[in-house]
């Protein structure tokens, strides 16, 4: 199970956080992605961390401006969203596969949690 929580609502060029905690598994050589849905857009993968090496990869939009974190005593994995833009509003879900690599398929991914809004607007 996942719980997302974070999100609400920012002024461009404003900072947030998104958290998800898993429980009843753990994150160790998992893929941990975080997808985003914005209003009348099909769903894609924002970033996705493999914990077994640390390697990271995050779609154009958001690279060099979000950042994802783990703390493994928590079981929790962050999404750290800095210099923030209306058009990254959108509904954010955390998505584990266990002991697998990385795929951009929302499908393919074990565990989904329920999505947190994240609204940049002035």
């Known amino acids: 199970q996942l719980q997302a929580s974070g999100g609400g609502l920012v002024q461009p060029g404003g900072s947030l956080n998104v958290s998800c905690t898993a429980s009843?598994?753990?994150?160790?050589?998992?893929?941990i992605a975080w997808f985003r849905q914005a209003p009348g857009k099909g769903r894609e993968r924002v970033s996705c961390?493999?914990?077994?090496?640390?390697?990271?990869t995050y779609i154009d939009s958001v690279q060099g401006r979000f950042a994802v974190s783990t703390d493994n005593a928590k079981n929790t994995v962050y999404l750290q969203m800095h210099s923030l833009k209306p058009e990254d509003t959108a509904v954010y879900y955390c998505?584990?596969?266990?002991?697998?690599?990385?795929?951009?398929?929302?499908?393919?991914?074990?565990?989904r949690g329920q999505g947190t809004q994240v609204t940049v607007s002035s």
């Open positions: 961390m493999r914990t077994s090496d640390g390697f990271i």
């Open positions: 998505a584990i596969r266990p002991f697998v690599v990385c795929t951009t398929s929302w499908g393919n991914y074990k565990y």
């Open positions: 009843g598994f753990t994150l160790d050589y998992s893929a």
